[in-house]
């Protein structure tokens, strides 16, 4: 045990510093489906893991709630995240060697995506990953020309383990193993008995999660925890006549603004290459299940689609990881000053966007963007992150299109140019300025030094809801604080200005009088009933930060006929 602490004590240390970092973000806002999962876990609020996913998760956070305290359930993800840290570090080490590894190690370190991952209270950011890695990395050490032996008896018995606990955790883990199907089907071509045992280890794995589930049930009184299985029912299934596809387009498109270059670009190479194509085969498969079962089977329209892209990360951090480790051939005694002048050259001119002035759109109508658009006109922010959480942040959009073409375009030239020494500047341009772009990212996501903290002036508003004593209850926007309001017993309802909502608002504002609270992010159209209505009530409170602006209105005299 000495001896195998001593040989891995850098990847140890580094992923005790990755749990650290991960603090950071611990002081951020439960949002939305975050503060969902503490209501489900905790006893008080009577829901008893009421969730639409199996018990496992519900259970590992009311845990960490008894522990630690409700306030911080964000320890789960983060711990969970560090071990996943480990795990793909090994997982990567297993299929592309030590280089590879400690590659895909730094990516994930400093990736936006999976900082927002790690430290996100929900299932698809960590705890899902943990599981697919486990399975993998089981699967990849099983020699399948061999199962008779001992010791490959037990990676089988420890593969089937991960399967079950893949499955308790959510059922999309059925992607996972589909892909390890699909991958070992190519790998050797199974003979029927082979078929037939695998079926009936695939039916006696179905049966130890009902035995499971029923446990849980009836034996800790979880009262929904089969309430999973009718979740599936909710989504609606190759209904392509029916979807809104820009909303889908404009969800899909912030969750690559987090992927960045830096998890995005590589694949360049990937896909114009056979012999990459065949050596990440496995992660290929497994993305095109992903995509096709969210974008293409079922319908994710008015489901927070940036969560569920997060199934990008791991493997589009392995195989970054993997070409980065061959590619990268460059010493320090190699660099020349004209080196060093070119690439910073290419990384001042990321930064360049940042002198430009912007407009802030507001979240609907969705047209503004298109017209923005079509002019070619990228200088405009954009709300980063959604419903479920955390709370999120601003970003420009000339900022992102630099970045994109200066990373993506400097892979390309990569690929196009033959002389080593122009391939050696132009990856340094690609690393460089994707690394300089997740840095802003994370910068933004924790602290909005630039264009203003979420976070910050939520907390301002809160603050003062709570302890103001006039203020009975509020009707908050886009239902930011929502579990500090319920916690304080001053949560009345919440309000979304999004189209669908338009009919069902108007009953909901002209049957209340009383108090709201807004967040400007995202911002509320000046021009619509919503904010003409707000600005006929008194403003009792008022707090910027930069670009965010926090409200409290009192409207027990508001123009309701407004809403005529």
């Known amino acids: 045990m000495k001896e195998k602490l001593r040989k891995n004590w850098l990847i140890i240390a580094i992923v005790l510093i990755f749990f650290l970092s991960r603090f950071l973000a611990f002081g951020q806002m439960y949002h939305q489906d975050e503060y969902k999962w503490v209501m489900i876990v905790d006893p008080s609020y ?24 409700y306030d911080h359930l964000r320890l789960l993800p983060i711990a969970v995240s560090s071990l996943l840290l480990l795990g793909v570090f090994f997982l990567a080490s297993k299929l592309y060697g030590k280089k590879a590894a400690w590659w895909t190690v730094g990516i994930l370190f400093i990736s936006t995506y999976n900082f927002i991952a790690s430290t996100q209270v929900d299932i698809d950011g960590a705890l899902l ?91 800790l009184n979880i009262e929904h925890a089969v309430r999973f299985i009718q979740n599936v029912t909710k989504f609606g299934f190759l209904n392509f006549s029916s979807r809104d596809y820009f909303q889908v387009l404009f969800l899909g498109t912030k969750s690559l603004v987090l992927a960045s270059p830096l998890l995005l670009g590589l694949y360049i190479l990937v896909f114009s290459s056979r012999e990459y194509i065949r050596r990440y085969r496995f992660w290929i498969i497994f993305l095109l299940y992903n995509v096709l079962f969210y974008f293409v089977i079922f319908d994710f329209t008015n489901r927070t689609i940036e969560r569920y892209m997060m199934f990008l990360i791991i493997p589009s951090s392995i195989i970054a990881g993997s070409i980065l480790a061959e590619k990268w051939r460059i010493r320090i005694k190699d660099l020349s000053f004209r080196f060093y002048g070119v690439v910073s050259f290419f990384v001042i001119i990321t930064f360049i966007p940042f002198l430009y002035s912007y407009a ?15 002019s070619l006109d990228f200088d405009f922010l954009i709300p ?181």
């Open 360 to 374: 802030i759109l507001p979240l609907y109508p969705k047209s503004s963007y298109i017209e923005k658009l079509k």
């Open 129 to 219: 990953p943990l599981a697919s890695v486990i399975a993998i990395y089981c699967f990849y050490r099983i020699d399948f020309s061999n199962i008779r032996n001992k010791k490959q008896r037990l990676w089988i018995i420890a593969f089937i383990i991960s399967i079950i606990f893949g499955f308790l955790i959510k059922l999309s883990f059925a992607l996972v193993l589909g892909a390890l199907i699909t991958e070992y089907c190519i790998r050797k071509k199974p003979s029927k008995k082979l078929v037939l045992i695998s079926t009936g280890i695939f039916v006696g794995i179905i049966a130890i999660l009902a035995i499971i589930v029923l446990i849980m049930k009836y034996v």
């Open 384 to 564: 980063i992150t959604g419903g479920s959480g955390p709370i999120g942040f601003y970003m420009l959009v000339s900022y992102v299109v630099v970045a994109f073409m200066i990373s993506l375009g400097s892979i390309l030239t990569y690929r196009l140019i033959k002389k080593e020494s122009h391939k050696k500047i132009v990856l340094v341009v690609f690393l460089l300025s994707s690394l300089a772009y997740n840095l802003v990212l994370n910068e933004e996501f924790l602290f909005g030094k630039i264009y203003g903290s979420v976070n910050k002036i939520a907390f301002a508003v809160t603050n003062e809801v709570v302890g103001n004593s006039e203020i009975d209850k509020v009707v908050t926007y886009y239902d930011i604080a929502g579990y500090e309001l319920n916690d304080s017993k001053k949560y009345a309802r919440r309000f979304y200005v999004a189209p669908m909502f338009a009919q069902s608002n108007v009953g909901k504002f002209t049957g209340y009088s009383g108090y709201y609270s807004v967040v400007g992010f995202p911002l509320i159209d000046p021009t619509s009933i919503y904010w003409r209505y707000l600005q006929s009530c008194k403003t009792v409170f008022q707090s910027q930060d930069k670009n965010i602006r926090g409200y409290i209105f009192d409207c027990k005299n508001g123009d309701k006929n407004i809403f005529n």
């Open 46 to 69: 009577g829901l008893n893991y009421e969730s639409d996913h199996p018990p496992l998760v519900g259970l590992l956070y009311h845990i960490v709630g008894v522990v630690s305290g």
